[in-house]
């Protein structure tokens, strides 16, 4: 699966790295504690959040994560959008909750 197969099927809004929609997915991750996400994000996955600042583009770059989900139609601030295009990161977003929008990334995923 591709991170355009996932924004297509969620209806969800690109705010970063459109030119990486092609990318592998392999599986996902929900957090909103940067340090779980650091220590437990696998490469290659999904990761579904409320965070919306830089230290997020920095993790999931450390991390290799294929894209960021923000959930409850919350937006990136100008520095993670900034960081963001910077690294080719896919940014999306939702204005769905945490819980519906995990649970049909995990169907699709799966």
């Known amino acids: 699966m591709k991170i355009s197969d996932i924004k297509k099927a969620l209806n969800l809004s690109v705010y970063a790295g459109e030119e990486n929609l092609d990318?592998?997915?392999?599986g996902g991750y929900v957090?909103?504690?940067?340090?779980?996400?650091?220590?437990?994000?696998?490469?290659?996955?999904?990761?579904?959040?409320?965070?919306n600042h830089k230290n997020?583009?920095?993790?999931?770059t450390l991390r290799e994560v294929a894209a960021v989900i923000l959930a409850k139609g919350i937006e990136p601030d100008e520095e993670m959008?900034?960081?963001?295009k910077e690294e080719g990161l896919p940014v999306l977003g939702s204005t769905e909750e945490v819980f519906p929008l995990s649970g049909k990334l995990y169907k699709l995923i799966k």
């Not at 990318?23 to 392999?26: A, E, F, G, L, W």
């Not at 997020?56 to 999931?60: G, L, M, R, S």
């Not at 959008?81 to 963001?84: E, Y």
């Open 31 to 51: 957090s909103d504690l940067l340090s779980d996400v650091m220590g437990n994000v696998e490469e290659d996955s999904v990761w579904i959040t409320i965070q």
């Open 56 to 60: 997020v583009v920095a993790i999931a």
């Open 23 to 26: 990318n592998p997915v392999n």
């Open 81 to 84: 959008l900034h960081f963001a």
